[in-house]
C-alpha cells in the first residue's frame, strides 16, 4: 500500500551535500531500511494530520461551550402559605378596581335601558304615525324618514345593551373569582 505522502511527484532537496544522485534514476535500489523508514514516517505524518484534525473538530466551538458552562440557573422555592398570601394580597389591590368598573357598567347600562325605552316609545310612536300616515292619502315622506331612523338607532342602542351586559357577566364572574381567592 502506498500512502499519500510518496505519491508526491519529487521529493525535496537534500540538506547532504555531496555522495550519490539517485534522483531521476529509475533503476536506483534503495535499501530496505530507508523504505521502512520512510513508510514510517508517512503513517507517523498521517496520524498526526488524523490528530490535528480531531482536535480541531472537538475545539473549534469552545468559546460558545464556554459560555454554556458559565451560565446557571436558580429556582427559589417557597411554601404554599406565601403563594396564599401573595394572592390574597393581590386581590385585595386589585378588588376595589374591580368593584369600580362593575358599579360604572352598572351605571352605565341602567342608562342605556332608560335610553332602550325612550326608543321604544319613539319607535311605537312612530309605527302609530306611520299606521296614520299610511291609511291618509297622501304619506308623509318625511314621518317614515324619522321612523326609519329611530328604528336603526333602536337596534343600534339594543346591540350595545347586549354588548354591555355581556362585560358586566364577565366582570361579575371575575369578581367571583376574587371573591373564592380571597
Known sequence: ????????????????????????DANAV????????????????EEAYEAQQLLRNGTFD????????????????????????YRSDLAD??????????????QGLKLLRRKEGLVHS???A???????????????KREERRAQLLSKQRRRLEEEVRVLESEIMALVGTRGVLNCAG
Open 1 to 24: 500500500m502506498k500512502s499519500r505522502l510518496s505519491t508526491m511527484p519529487r521529493p525535496r532537496e537534500s540538506v547532504f551535500s555531496g555522495g550519490q544522485d539517485f534522483r531521476n
Open 30 to 45: 534503495c535499501p530496505p531500511n530507508v523504505r521502512e523508514c520512510v513508510s514510517a514516517m508517512e503513517d507517523c505524518c
Open 122 to 124: 319613539k319607535v311605537e
Open 62 to 85: 469552545l468559546q460558545r461551550m464556554n459560555k454554556v458552562l458559565e451560565s446557571q440557573r436558580v429556582f427559589l422555592l417557597i411554601d404554599e402559605a406565601t403563594v396564599k398570601r
Open 126 to 140: 312612530a309605527k302609530i304615525m306611520h299606521s296614520r300616515a299610511a291609511t291618509a292619502p297622501t304619506a308623509n
Open 93 to 106: 389591590e386589585i378588588e376595589p378596581q374591580v368593584n369600580e368598573l362593575i358599579d360604572r357598567a352598572e
